[in-house]
């Protein structure tokens, strides 16, 4: 690690501490929003799935769904479907975000989600076809539980075709399958919208490749940085393409003091550093990659660039994965811009979060 970064990590390191999500959301304690989203069309889908497997699912009740909302990481491994020739491994230390109007997987919201439900024990949920659940062992052993299915419409609006997701809600764990895999989620905090509609609507490595002269961010700068922020539209380019990334439109992205956490995936123990910009120079900033802007954004505007460093390499992807390049970020009066694949989306600020507990690097089973 160049000296840049040593010194920034001398700086910073006595510093840190843990952060939580904090996500409290009204909810209309006789109507869960499950009843209020229901439609004919979903209702369909839990239909077929209830005769295909003899199960008789109730739409979530407004309890089951606080229990769900919040924040949570896939640390453990339960089990694996007996069907799948192989086991995805793939969710380790990933995060899931539950709100009442989205289920965020990946970064992508999943809007106005159904979620439908019964009961059932661990005994019984290993001879359920719907769950198709091989435990690993004998941990779970005689405990009840929820099994939930979900239905959510994509960003577009429609159904989405890769739902209905399954759950099981059980004490204080959820387990979601994915990839023929059952991974345990634990709740790490909790998410606060600014807006209930928000979701729904919608440093360098080497100092020889950069001349600028970075600083490390304030506590008061990071602290404008924290939070949940949605992509809304691309608004500049870094080379001649057709793209504009319009499936990255509406996904989210999550700062903390742990880390940053993109596609759901956290980089690990942050360090922002910056630099100040205007609109004149921003254009030919090489960092930046000599941005294009669309649609008139290369107004007067004074703002800052932002490199984002992760520090801690994410053990899920072993030695060969560190995340080489820095996150570039401009941050204006009234947004942030970020870079995705040679593309920068000017994004909103949807919600704040106030961690329970450390978001962790969890190693593979």
Partial sequence: MNRIVRV??????????????KVCIDKDSKISNS????????????EDYANRYQHSFTL????TEEQLYGVWQARGYAGHTRSSRYQWDGLWGDVVIFCENAMIYGGTPYLEPVYASYESCTEDMETDAFLDLKWKDGQYAGRDGTVILAVGKGKDGEPDRGMPYRFILMENCLMIERGGSYFVMEKV?????????????GLIQTEATDRHSFTPMTTEMEQELYGVWQIKECVGITEETDSRGEGMVGDVILFSEDAWISSGIPSLKPM???YDTDAKVVKTDEFLGNIVWLDGLGADWNGMVIAGIET??????GSAHQQDEP???????????????GLYFKTQKVGEVEWYQNLLNVEPY
């Fill in 35 to 46: 009843k209020r989203f229901n439609n004919e069309e979903v209702s369909t889908i839990i």
């Fill in 8 to 21: 920034f990590l001398i700086i910073f390191g006595a510093g840190v501490i843990g952060l939580g999500i």
């Fill in 60 to 63: 979530a009740s407004a309890d």
């Fill in 272 to 274: 922002y550093v910056c």
């Fill in 327 to 341: 996150l570039k970020m401009i941050m204006t009066d009234d947004s942030l811009i970020i870079e995705r694949g």
């Fill in 189 to 201: 905090g909790r998410m606060k919208p600014y807006d209930e509609d928000a979701v729904r609507n």
């Fill in 312 to 317: 801690e390499k994410n053990v899920k992807y």
